[in-house]
């Protein structure tokens, strides 16, 4: 069974940047879609990234698009997230997740493998 396993969460004061990993315990099959949603206090998870397995193709929320950058190193067995230009309202927990539904890329239901979260706090 494959599990993922995120990293990187912090305190970060508002313009600052941090960088989520997501490490696989064992090679996940490049088919799989990485993908990355966050939860915030009172509300639904919602979608922020996520790459094919090539790495040809991202999709970003509108919110965070230009300002947070999805990558893959396969060879590491890791996904990445730089988050820049951070802001107070992207204060939430931040999941990883793996599918291999390459039509619904943003709709967290179509993903089976799950990350345990890690908290990304912007505030000064």
């Known amino acids: 069974q494959v599990q993922l396993v995120e990293s990187g969460g912090g305190l970060v004061q508002p313009g600052g940047s941090l960088r989520l990993s997501c490490s696989a315990s064992v090679q996940v099959p490049d088919i799989y879609i990485m993908g990355w949603f966050r939860q915030a206090p009172g509300k639904d998870r919602e979608f922020v990234a996520a790459?094919?397995?090539?790495?040809?193709?991202?999709d970003y929320a509108v919110s965070v698009k230009g300002r947070f950058t999805i990558s893959r190193d396969d060879a590491k067995l890791t996904a990445y997230l730089q988050m820049n230009a951070l802001r107070p309202d992207d204060t939430a927990v931040y999941y990883c997740a793996a599918t291999r539904n390459m039509l619904r890329v943003t709709d967290s239901e179509a993903y089976n493998l799950w990350g345990q979260g890690t908290q990304v706090t912007v505030s000064s």
């Open positions: 790459i094919n397995w090539s790495g040809s193709s991202k």
